[in-house]
C-alpha cells in the first residue's frame, strides 16, 4: 500500500514490491493499482505500508477499481493518539523498519521532548530510530547529539542545499518512516532524495517557528538506489495514550535501571523517587528526567509543552 485517500487504496503490484517473493529483485513490471476496501474487513484499518490482496480488476487502467480483500500479518505497526488522554489509537504506518526523526537545529528550533515521545513510539513499535538533523548551517549540533549520543541512537546530521549520501546509505534497502512536526525540511528532504517525489514544501514562521501542513497524507516512495521512504504530514502532537507505563519507562534506558530503587508504587513525579537522587549524582542528564515527568504527568491531563 503505497498511498491512501478518502477511502480509496492505491496499491503497488509487481516484481520487487516489498513482502512479496519477488521483493530481492530490481524493479521490474510494476502496476498501480486503486482500491476499495472489501465489506467483509469491516472496520479493519488499512495504511501506508501494508501488504494485502487484491481481486477483480488489477490491470490499473483509469477508472478500474479492485478490492482490498486481506491485510497481511504485520510486522510493525507506528501509531500515536491525539493526546495523551485519548485512548483511540491512530496507526501511522504499517511494517516499516526505522523511524527517522527529523528534527530542524532551527527554524523551528529542535524539541526534545518531542524526540522522546518519538523515541517511545519507536520501542514500542520495535522499530530501530534515526535522528536526522537538519539546517546545520543555521545552528551547531553538538548539544542535542551530546543529549542523545549516551543512548546509543545514530544520527545524521545535514544541512540545507548540501549533499545526503550519508543519509541516502542509512535508508538505501530499508523501510524507512519520516516524520516529524511541521517545518523542519522533512519535504524538501524527500524531494531531494526521491526527485520525482514534488513533495510541497511550507514556509515556516519566523515568529512562531510553525510552518503549514504541506503533507497532507502520508505515501510511500521508492529511493531511486533501493529502500523505500514514507513521508508523512507534519505533527505538532504525538499523543502516548496507549503506550504502558512499563514501556515508557524502558524507552529511557538511561533511568530506567535506577526505577529498582524506587518505593513501592511509585509514579516517578515526586521528591522520594530514585531517579532524583540519580540524576543530582550526575548519572543522567536532568533535562532527560523532566522530559520523563512531563510525559507521565501529561497522562493525568497535564500539560507538555516545550
Known amino acids: 500500500m503505497v498511498a491512501v485517500d478518502r477511502g480509496r487504496y492505491t496499491c503497488l503490484v509487481g516484481e520487487g514490491v516489498p513482502g512479496t517473493e519477488t521483493s530481492g529483485r530490481r524493479r521490474g513490471e510494476r502496476t498501480l493499482v486503486v482500491a476499495m ?3 467483509e474487513l469491516g472496520r479493519k484499518g488499512i495504511v501506508v505500508g501494508d501488504r494485502v490482496a487484491l481481486v477483480g480488476d488489477v490491470t490499473g487502467q483509469p477508472d478500474t477499481l479492485a478490492r482490498v480483500v486481506r491485510v497481511e500479518e504485520r510486522t510493525s505497526m507506528l501509531r500515536r493518539s491525539a493526546d495523551d488522554t485519548d485512548d483511540i489509537e491512530r496507526p501511522i504506518v504499517a511494517n516499516a523498519d526505522r523511524l527517522v526523526i527529523v528534527t530542524a537545529l532551527a527554524d523551528p528550533p529542535p524539541r526534545p521532548r518531542m524526540i522522546d515521545r518519538m523515541l517511545v513510539a519507536a520501542f514500542d513499535a520495535d522499530i530501530e530510530p534515526l535522528l536526522c538533523l537538519t539546517k546545520s548551517d543555521l545552528a551547531p549540533a553538538g548539544d542535542l547529539v551530546a543529549l542523545y549520543e549516551p543512548l546509543g ?3 545524521v546530521v545535514v544541512r540545507r542545499g548540501g549533499a545526503l549520501d550519508e543519509l541516502a546509505g542509512v535508508l538505501a534497502d530499508r523501510i524507512s518512516v519520516l516524520v516529524g512536526h511541521s517545518g523542519v525540511g522533512k519535504s524538501t528532504l524527500v524531494n531531494a532524495l526521491v526527485p520525482h517525489a514534488r513533495r510541497a514544501v511550507s514556509h515556516v514562521n519566523a515568529v512562531t517557528g510553525r510552518g503549514r501542513h504541506t503533507s497532507t497524507s502520508a505515501v510511500a516512495l521508492e529511493l531511486p538506489e ?5 513521508d508523512t504530514p507534519g505533527v505538532r502532537s504525538f499523543g502516548l495514550a496507549h ?6 519507562l524502558a524507552a529511557f534506558p538511561d533511568l530506567v535501571d535506577a526505577t529498582a530503587g524506587c518505593p ?3 509514579t516517578h513525579l515526586d521528591d522520594d523517587c530514585a531517579l532524583v537522587g540519580y540524576v543530582a549524582e550526575g548519572h543522567a542528564d536532568p533535562a532527560r528526567l523532566e522530559s520523563l515527568r512531563r510525559l507521565l504527568a501529561s497522562r493525568e491531563g497535564a500539560p507538555d509543552e516545550d
Open 264 to 266: 513501592k508504587g511509585c
Open 243 to 248: 503506550v504502558s507505563v512499563e514501556t515508557v
Open 153 to 155: 541512537v545514530p544520527y
Open 37 to 39: 476496501k472489501a465489506r
Open 226 to 230: 533501493g529502500g523505500w521512504i514514507i
